[in-house]
């Protein structure tokens, strides 16, 4: 019983990271309620391998990790970057913006559990991924003007529920022993993390923001070798139709 809890620990800790986000981001901590998000990032990437390695999966534990996936990487980057970029703005489209965010993910976390996905794959960017990369670009609000903020958070919405494809790291296995040293792996990245809270978030960032272009690059490439294949079918149709004409 108590191993079949396990999991359900470390998504309860994402929730509870999320949570202190907000909080912190009220307080006006920014760079550590981004750490919060950071931090809960590295809970949520570990609860589904420490399910399969104990092979305790169940649809229970799929269902709470949704919701607080919606909390953790919803709602706080959403109000981290209000609070630091956007609530100086008119109202309606504040508020509008920032609720963007977090309705977006919330669709896209219910497409990812309801539609099959392609292997190796996720379909749209992972909300963990767009909250990390909002809540972390956040800290940019002094050297970022308010409109691309405005751009960038919309564009992250609207990946998360594209058809764009990006790598899935998830699936790679966690050996039953590791489950073992995640709780130190975890307690060593928080040391890290409170010690060095800007630097790591502003790190993260770049590594998140990389991840989303990839995605996003790649399908650009799709598209446009689709269109040259399809310019080029239609070139050899008229050269076919010229000579037999």
């Known amino acids: 019983m108590i191993q079949k809890s396990i999991p359900s620990l470390f998504t309860i800790g994402n929730l ?30 570990l609860d589904g391998r420490v399910a399969r390695a104990l092979k305790c999966e169940s649809e229970f534990g799929k269902e709470l990790d949704s919701l607080s996936d919606v ?35 919330a669709l896209r976390l219910a497409r990812f559990n309801v539609r099959p996905g392609i292997p190796g794959y996720f379909v749209g960017l992972p909300i963990p991924a767009a909250g990390g990369v909002l ?34 790291f998830k699936k790679i296995g966690l050996p039953k022993k590791a489950v073992i040293g995640a709780p130190v792996v975890i307690v060593v990245a928080v040391a890290v993390a409170v010690i060095f809270p ?18 996003f690059k790649q399908n650009i490439d799709r598209l446009n070798a689709r269109r040259r294949h399809r310019r080029r079918r239609r070139s050899e149709d008229k050269v076919y139709h010229s000579k037999n004409g």
């Open 16 to 45: 509870m990271l999320g949570m202190f986000g907000i909080m912190m981001a009220f307080d006006g901590k920014l760079s550590m309620a981004a750490i919060m998000v950071i931090i809960a990032m590295l809970l949520d990437g």
């Open 71 to 105: 909390v953790s990487f919803g709602v706080a980057p959403a109000l981290i970057m209000y609070l630091t970029s956007l609530q100086d703005l008119n109202s309606a489209l504040g508020w509008t913006v920032t609720a963007i965010f977090p309705v977006f993910g």
């Open 198 to 215: 800007e630097q790591i978030a502003k790190m993260i960032f770049v590594l998140l923001g990389l991840y989303a272009l990839y995605g």
């Open 135 to 168: 809540a972390t670009l956040a800290l940019f609000h002094k050297d970022v003007s308010a409109p691309f903020m405005i751009i960038a958070t919309l564009l992250l919405s609207y990946l998360m529920v594209s058809t764009m494809k990006y790598p899935n």
